[in-house]
């Protein structure tokens, strides 16, 4: 859906229901991604500067439903994790491969954890892998909360800063998303190229 469509629908309703909206896209953009939940946030954060709603109830419900998703799908990975890997249905990645991304989840998991809400595109992903890796879950529900919190405080920060001109946020988001995920590919295909480098001297 354009998110022209969705603010002109957010603008018309009454308040409880901007609040159950900015729950639902922080929840849902962890599970489905994409989405346009950062720039809702980011349109939502405009409606607090025109008092429409309330900085602490947005910002409350939109960390609640970005942790509640991450832990979703964190759970997912926890408990169909090794079943899909098992059976081989990630047919892009080798088990051998899939179980060394679990290795070094285990290791480096709880930092990805803090970071996962400023990598659009990758949270689901990330937070599978996560519950995958079974690290543990009271230390990664602390930390995907704060990632929350602090992604939600900005995106609503920048609603309110810009006002009216929230929309140009949007372009910025998007060109964000797209540097991220670059960057994040360039470091896997780095990783590769060196394992294969290795594997050649070790022969």
Known sequence: MDIEVIVNHISNVAPIYIYVIAFLFSYV???FPPSPSDAVLVFIGY???????HFLPVLLVSTFGGALGY???YKLGQI????????GKLKFISLERIHKIEQWFSKYGYWVVVGNRFLPGTRAVISFFNG???LNLTVTAILCTVSSLAWSA???GFGMAF?????????YLNRYAILVTCIIGMVILVFIIRKNINKKKNK
């Open 29 to 31: 953009e962890n599970i």
């Open 71 to 73: 832990l979703t799908m």
């Open 154 to 156: 900005l995106l609503i």
């Open 47 to 53: 409606l607090v500067a025109v008092s429409k709603v």
């Open 163 to 171: 006002g009216k001109q929230w929309i140009y946020i949007e372009d």
């Open 132 to 134: 995958l890796s079974n």
């Open 80 to 87: 169909f994790g090794n079943r899909v890997v098992e059976k």
